[in-house]
């Protein structure tokens, strides 16, 4: 590499550092301007956008509907990133990591918070008795893989996804070091897959959920441009497998519109009922 950096004995913030989320990168928490959060007429409200980790709640509410669970009717309310609606007050009251899903229950006596895409997936499972297996190996199974997820998405985001689409510059070193650790990901998975249907065996989980937004849309090169071709996804054969089952199932693919930002006509940027799906072009 030819522009070294010395770093300097004390880091300052350097405010032009360029990059796509550039202008809402702080080396500071909590909020920067007061914005209320709306509240719907149902007791669970959320408060994200269709990003891959927005969409795993999205998901689970629908899938929660779909098999039946009406207590999961929710209002979805858009928090827009890219334009620091994370940094509004009420948002920092109900996730003080300022990062999208969170997530209001009000079904109880007290309105519970819950921020961090695991603990929500989690707290629903839990709440309605689905998608995480009650006892023993399976569980288990199922929490590993959910923390394993959660643990290396920033790998793959901020990481990967990161260097590979949103920095000023393509920069060969942390490319090659991401796209590696990406690859060796997308290798466990399919190596997972090759012996198991779904990530815990005959059964859907919330480890699917939360795994299929980054490495299932890796796989089917829906996450960043292009790089599906450049990390050679389609050798995935196992991954594929599993990647286009889950995209077909008809909760995913109202999941994924949910908190939508884009002009496209599949974006739905708030949900209220589930007759707002009607009006999309859902494939
Ligand atoms: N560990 C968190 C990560 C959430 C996260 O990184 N959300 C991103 C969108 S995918 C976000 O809100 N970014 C806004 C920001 O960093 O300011 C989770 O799984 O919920």
Redesign the pocket.
Known sequence: MTNTYIPPAVWTWDKESGGK?AN??RPVSGATHNQELPVGKYPLQLYS?N????IKVAIMLEELLAAGHSGAEYDAWLIE?GKGD?FGSGFVAINP?????ALVDYSGHQPQRV????AILMYLAEKFSAFLPATGTARTECLSWLFWQ?GC?PYL?GGFGHFYAYAPEKWEYPINRFAMEAKRQLDILDKHLAIHQYIVGDNYTIADMAIWPWYGCLALDELYHNAGTFLSVSDYRHLQRWARQISERPAVKRGRCVNGTSDSPSALRERHDASDFDRLNIR
Do not use: D, H, L, R
């Open positions: 989320f809402i990168n956008q990003t891959p980790n927005g990133i994370q990591n300022s990062k999208i899903p921020f961090e895409s695991g959660v998405a985001g």
